[in-house]
């Protein structure tokens, strides 16, 4: 099966400063990558997602990056604000592996 | 919509007890699953399904049971509760399997004594 490492597992970050967490996967048949972002005390919520057929995605603050050939993806947050001082998953299909998470926190 | 609906939030058990951890979605998903969730060990997948009447194992299936008579509702049981069942457990759904955004409910934390 699947298997899905994410690294750091704790980030720390001035606000305004930009946060990368990176995720490696060994399936190369995996072509769908979603980002989850878990507030404490609620279920994981997609933020952004990649497929195989695209190396870079970005939505206002957030992007996604895909290296299938080295099979990693890396989260990129910029002009970090307190508000997104979260956890976050990385996954990968197609038996749905996730990261074992990334504890943000963005200090004001 | 009310989305992912877990029932319940809280609950302790007593070893060899046994509880159903309920899990419904009013989206009309056919696929949902079952996660748990431990410290520094991220979401792991216990069982699924791709609809009414069809569950697979995930990852970590022991100890654990699911039968899926209806769209809606996944819910998942343990028959005889051990303190490695320990954990927070999170129920989703999604529109297809693997490729597809999934919805999380709100989690329910489970302590077994």
């Known amino acids: 099966g699947e298997n899905v490492e994410q690294h750091p597992s704790t980030l720390s970050v001035q606000e305004g400063d930009s946060a990368v967490i990176k995720c490696t996967y060994s399936?190369?048949?995996?072509?769908?990558f979603p980002w989850y972002k878990q507030e404490l005390g609620k279920g994981p919520q997609l933020i952004i997602d990649?497929?195989?057929?695209?190396g870079e995605k970005k939505d206002q603050r957030i992007a996604v990056t895909l290296n299938k050939t080295a099979k990693h993806f890396s989260l990129h947050i910029t002009e970090t604000q307190p508000e997104d001082s979260a956890v976050y998953f990385c996954?990968?299909?197609?038996?749905?592996?996730f990261g074992a998470g990334t504890r943000l926190t963005v200090k004001p | 919509n009310a989305g992912v609906t877990q029932t319940p939030k809280f609950q302790v058990l007593k070893t060899g007890q046994s509880m159903t951890l309920q899990c419904a979605q009013d989206?009309?998903?056919?696929?949902m699953s079952w996660y748990r969730q431990d410290p520094g060990m991220g979401l792991r997948l216990i069982h699924y399904?791709?609809?009414?009447?069809?569950?697979d194992q995930g990852e970590v299936p022991n100890g654990y049971n699911v039968s899926r008579s209806t769209t809606e509702d996944f819910p998942l049981r343990l028959l005889s509760a051990a303190p490695s069942q320990t954990s927070v457990y999170f129920c989703?759904?999604?529109f297809g399997e693997g490729d597809r955004e999934q919805y999380f409910g709100p989690g329910t934390r489970l302590t077994v004594t």
């Open positions: 399904s791709v609809g009414a009447g069809i569950t």
């Open positions: 989703a759904s999604s």
């Open positions: 996954a990968a299909s197609n038996d749905m592996r």
């Open positions: 990649i497929r195989s057929n695209v």
């Open positions: 399936d190369s048949a995996s072509n769908y």
């Open positions: 989206m009309n998903h056919e696929y």
